[in-house]
């Protein structure tokens, strides 16, 4: 089964969406001060389970303007 999972992270606000539903959100305490980087990576983690997955169609876009 595959599940379309979306991450949303505009300024200190986070969310997650599983399947077009809220899944979970939080407030991150550590904002960033200064640019926003250009590049990266992205981690993906399970903690305490056994784990495998595969990831297609992954992509990153910036947020417009007038939705922020």
């Given amino acids: ?12 606000h986070l969310q997650l969406g599983v399947d077009g539903r ?11 001060k200064g640019p926003l980087p250009v590049g990266g990576k992205v981690g ?7 784990v495998r997955m595969l990831v297609r169609g992954f992509k990153v876009t910036a947020l417009a303007e007038k939705a922020r």
């Fill in 1 to 12: 089964r595959w599940y379309h999972i979306r991450i949303v992270k505009d300024g200190v």
């Fill in 22 to 32: 809220l899944a979970h959100e939080f407030t991150d305490p550590n904002d960033l």
């Fill in 44 to 50: 993906f983690r399970a903690i305490g389970a056994e």
